[in-house]
């Protein structure tokens, strides 16, 4: 996974012996990983203990992007002994650091300069290109802009850092080698792709020996190395420039006094003038005579500038401009009496964002890093959070009206958190001004990645000046609210004092620093448990809470470093509050391999949502995304790369796989010589009895025993020609877990096993409404300890057990649904190890329609014979009236008074029995 480790920024204390005793080569974890110092020490790189008879190649791709080339050919000539054949860039570039061991093949570096850091491969070239050792050679050097001349004191110096390539788990750090702590307005320090640089400013004869890089990974210092530079105390007729940005908290310092032998002649008067670049009449801002108060003339200053002593005493006449406005830039100057002692230019830079308010909706933000004035040759450059360049611009004397360079920020980029102009003057950094973008989601809701970047919390618009408390509640479940600092006005600035818990929590009191003077709040790479309500608390006159910031944060993991293609790794997100109108998703970054994710089962579990990924590298299945969703529009999103390891020698790893159609089991083995045959086994986990299911010598046919597996038992390819030897069994049944193995002559390369996973129902078929059902969730054996999970459609919960390696009775979940109804379809089991899900089978239960639709039919053929009942009636009895109607006609004997009593008495019959 590619993920950045970031070093802290603040610059503390070590002790002296620690730097003394560190040697300038060195290797950490791997010990084919090796760190030198430019210039310094001698690196061995040795071949294998038991070397092939020849002839082999030494090759060195430099980390600088350039080339491969070949330094080196060696022949076996007799018995043990190695002759060398030079390779022409090797005489014409390297001879002077790089010479083998005479009669062998390992080599020797002395002095390595910085430029010969990259790759050492040495590899035979007969029969086949076989690497058998490789080295990764990485280079440190360090570098000051005063290396070559004295500083002048109150000027600015820059110190570097650099290394040959920058891992994502190693980091440069510059530290004080004293107790010392130091403070933003003293020091900065940026990263630039492969460099650290710290900008140090106002040098005295204090900071000569004061700085020395750290090499760190993860968080462990494993190198340092000090730079020096010498600072001069003479300033008469000195000129320097120096650089400040436009910020609340950066202050010009003008250092003036007499070190040049007229200690004993105190000058009787000083003065201080200023010309400013927007116009060509110098004026005084300070002027004294001896012993005497200093006047200030405050028309374009005010109260930011201030002298450092109330009276001048004759030798020392400084000043000091807080905070720097951008207007400030132009030229300074001090006399002492009739001595021209020092001349500071001083070059200003802001950044300004349009549009200015950071929470305003739109397509992008437009970022203007603007220079006063150019003097000389620079460059702006722009980077971004992870110390990238990705925006640059030269400029010079000559076109003094192109003083800009902006970045367009598009609204998907709007996250980062932090991008930076910088300002360089002879290839070294001069100053950068940092500009802190809102947090994504809405005015009080931010989300953001853990470890990630910077964060800028901004404390309230309207704070008015009683103290202000911080507070903060967890989202970790502990509702307490914790006090962690109390603000108070220091003129025009702000003050903190912490408490208790802001100093016992190092997740807190590391990671989180008052901005400068301010209420905002500056986050260096948020861990996990950061995630909370942030509240700003105005006590007095009464309590007042002033504003609130909820930050969630993200949490991207992978269960596996490096793991081995083929095998399964589970890729997990977590955010550390879910809201309702939040989702989390996880897609392939590539949206053409998005058919490719069929290899992927996602699940949600609480406030987490996994992918399990099958068989990982086998398809270039190595990059996906994540992406946080608020009411279905992308807030925050990344991606996630997974290196894959490809030595396959001597590993283990076990893979779970469900019992249903679309179950697959690719077996993948590499091959180091088609000239030795190789074969895929297996062994039951009921036997131990290693059964040869596939096998291949040379380029031939690749031959498949179908005793065991039948046709699900398939190769890819008809005949192998190719480094890796691959088997896939479709569909998995319940029978295939066990041990399966590749060997290649009497060496096992590779070791899989396979643990199966089945569900089944009781009843197995469609089942009624109302009715029990049995759930059985099953496992073929168990060899570390796992966990059970049976999930409802809602991702729930609703029952689990652990299971232990020792031979259970039972080694299944059982989940009883009583009173079973159509909400009651959906249900997940899921298999998990080290609290990480490996495997799920989502289980849907047939509803049985057959008894329902049995009672529909006696209704509806019951309601069909009543009804033929009563239309028969009916007929019936019309007949009969109808035929009393006609009888009545020719009984001339009867009164007409009977024939119409007939009448009514047919009528009434037939209304009675339509109304029933």
Same mark, same amino acid.
């Given at each position: 996974?590619s ?16 730097f ?17 110092v430019d ?30 080339q ?12 190695w002759e ?7 005489r ?17 570096l ?20 076989t ?27 820059t ?11 190693v980091c ?11 403070n933003c307005?003293?020091?900065n ?54 650089y ?19 200690y004993?002649?105190?000058s009787d008067?000083?003065?201080?003038s ?11 801002i ?28 004759g ?18 100057k ?35 890093c603007?220079?006063?004035d ?14 990238k ?5 030269a400029?010079?004397?000559r ?18 958190g932090?991008?930076t ?37 901004k ?7 009683g ?13 307490t609210?914790?006090?962690l600092?109390?603000?108070h006005r ?43 309500l ?17 930050l ?21 997100c ?13 897609k ?10 069929i290899? +992927?089962d996602?699940?949600?579990? &609480? =406030?987490? %949502?996994? *992918? ?7 398809? @270039? #299945? !190595?990059?996906? +995304?994540?992406?946080?969703?608020? &009411? =279905?529009? %992308?807030? *925050? ?7 894959? @390891? #490809? !030595? ?6 076990t893979?779970?796989?469900? %019992?249903?159609d ?6 993948i083995c ?44 398939v190769?890819p390819?008809?005949?192998f020609?190719?480094?890796?030897f ?61 966990r ?17 390696e020792?031979?259970?009775?039972e ?45 529909t ?16 009636i ?43």
């Amino acid at each position: 996974m590619s993920q950045r480790f970031f070093c802290s920024t603040m610059l503390t204390g070590l002790r002296l012996s620690v730097f003394v005793l560190l040697s300038p080569v060195f290797t950490r974890g791997n010990s084919n990983d090796i760190y030198f110092v430019d210039g310094e020490g001698e690196i061995s790189l040795k071949g294998p203990d038991n070397p092939v008879q020849g002839p082999v190649v030494w090759e060195w791709k430099p980390h600088s992007g350039q080339e491969k080339q070949q330094l080196f050919t060696f022949q076996k000539t007799s018995g043990s002994w190695w002759e060398s054949r030079w390779d022409a860039y090797y005489r014409n570039n390297l001879y002077k650091w790089i010479n083998p061991y005479r009669g062998t093949i390992n080599l020797r570096l002395t002095y390595p300069a910085f430029k010969l850091a990259g790759k050492y491969t040495l590899f035979q070239t007969q029969p086949n290109k076989t690497i058998l050792k490789e080295y990764n050679v990485f280079g440190i050097k360090v570098h000051s802009s005063a290396q070559f001349h004295s500083a002048t004191v109150g000027s600015d110096v820059t110190l570097s850092c650099t290394i040959s390539n920058l891992l994502d788990t190693v980091c440069l750090q510059w530290k004080g080698r004293d107790s010392s702590q130091q403070n933003c307005r003293k020091t900065n320090q940026i990263r630039v792709n492969n460099t650290v640089y710290l900008m140090v400013k106002h040098v005295t004869v204090e900071d000569e020996r004061l700085y020395m890089c750290e090499v760190q990974e993860h968080g462990s210092i494993f190198h340092t190395k000090a730079v020096d530079f010498s600072v001069s105390q003479y300033l008469h007729e000195k000129s320097y420039t120096l650089y400040r940005s436009d910020t609340d908290h950066n202050e010009l310092n003008l250092v003036c006094h007499d070190y040049s032998g007229h200690y004993y002649y105190p000058s009787d008067t000083a003065a201080w003038s200023w010309k400013s670049g927007l116009q060509y009449q110098e004026r005084d801002i300070a002027s004294a005579s001896r012993y005497q108060p200093i006047n200030v003339d405050r028309t374009h200053f005010g109260n930011r500038l201030v002298p450092t002593m109330s009276t001048f005493n004759g030798q020392t006449f400084n000043l000091s401009i807080v905070p720097v406005l951008f207007e400030d830039a132009g030229v300074y100057k001090c006399s002492l009496g009739s001595y021209k002692l020092v001349t500071i230019t001083l070059i200003t830079v802001k950044v300004t964002a349009e549009p200015s308010d950071a929470e305003t909706e739109g397509d992008s933000i437009t970022l203007t890093c603007s220079v006063s004035d150019v003097t000389e040759s620079i460059r702006l450059v722009w980077i971004n959070d992870d110390g990238k360049i990705v925006e640059e611009k030269a400029l010079n004397g000559r076109n003094r009206e192109e003083k800009s360079l902006r970045l367009i920020i598009q609204k998907a980029d709007r996250d980062r958190g932090k991008w930076t102009c910088v300002l360089f003057s002879q290839n070294m950094p001069q100053v950068s001004v940092p500009y802190y973008l809102e947090l994504s989601g809405s005015l009080s809701e931010g989300y953001v990645l853990q470890q990630e970047g910077y964060i800028l919390l901004k404390g309230p618009d309207s704070p008015g000046n009683g103290s202000i408390i911080w507070e903060w509640r967890s989202h970790s479940g502990q509702q307490t609210t914790k006090q962690l600092g109390t603000f108070h006005r220091e003129g025009q600035q702000w003050a903190v004092k912490w408490s208790d818990d802001y100093s016992n929590t190092p997740d807190i009191s590391q990671r989180i620093l008052e901005h400068c003077g301010t209420l905002n709040l500056l986050m260096r790479n948020p861990t996990f448990e950061l995630g909370g309500l942030f509240t700003w608390t105005q006590t007095q006159p009464n309590k007042n809470t002033l504003k609130q910031t909820e930050l969630f944060v993200i949490k991207v993991e992978i269960d596996s470093q490096r793991p081995v293609m083929g095998s399964d790794i589970t890729l997990s997100c977590t955010i550390s509050r879910l809201l309702d109108t939040v989702s989390l998703h996880w897609k392939h970054r590539d949206p053409s391999q998005q058919s490719r994710m069929i290899n +992927t089962d996602e699940i949600r579990l &609480n =406030n987490t %949502v996994y *992918l399990i990924v099958r068989h990982a590298g086998a398809e @270039n #299945q !190595n990059s996906y +995304t994540w992406d946080v969703q608020e &009411n =279905n529009s %992308v807030i *925050l999103t990344g991606n996630i790369n997974i290196d894959m @390891n #490809q !030595n396959f020698h001597g590993k283990t790893y076990t893979l779970y796989r469900s %019992v249903t159609d679309h179950s697959e089991l690719k077996l993948i083995c590499e091959v180091d010589s088609v000239e030795i045959g190789t074969k895929w086994t297996w062994s039951s986990h009921l036997t131990n009895e290693d059964k040869e299911i596939a096998s291949i010598y040379k380029p031939k046919l690749v031959n498949i025993s179908g005793a065991y597996f039948g046709s699900r038992l398939v190769s890819p390819v008809t005949s192998f020609t190719d480094m890796f030897f691959s088997v896939r069994i479709v569909p998995v049944l319940f029978e295939d877990a066990g041990v399966y193995r590749c060997s290649q002559g009497s060496d096992n390369h590779v070791t899989i096993n396979l643990v199966t996973v089945k569900v089944t129902a009781e009843p197995s078929d469609a089942v009624t409404e109302g009715n029990t059902v049995t759930l059985t969730c099953t496992v073929s054996h168990v060899t570390e300890p796992i966990r059970f999970v049976w999930i409802n459609r809602d991702g729930k919960i609703v029952a689990e057990t652990t299971l232990k390696e020792q031979k259970q009775e039972e080694e299944s979940l059982q989940l009883v649904i009583q009173e079973f109804d159509r909400d009651s379809l959906n249900w997940t089991c899921i298999l998990f190890h080290q609290n990480t899900p490996k495997v799920l089978i989502p289980y849907h239960l047939k509803y049985n329609e057959h008894y329902t639709f049995q009672h529909t039919k006696v209704v509806v053929f019951g309601s069909l014979a009543l009804l033929l009942i009563i239309v028969l009636i009916v007929v019936l009895s019309l007949r009969k009236c109808m035929g009393a109607r006609k009888q009545g006609k020719f009984m001339f004997g009867k009164s007409k008074i009977e024939a119409l009593a007939t009448r009514g008495k047919c009528r009434r019959y037939i209304s009675a029995l339509f109304k029933y």
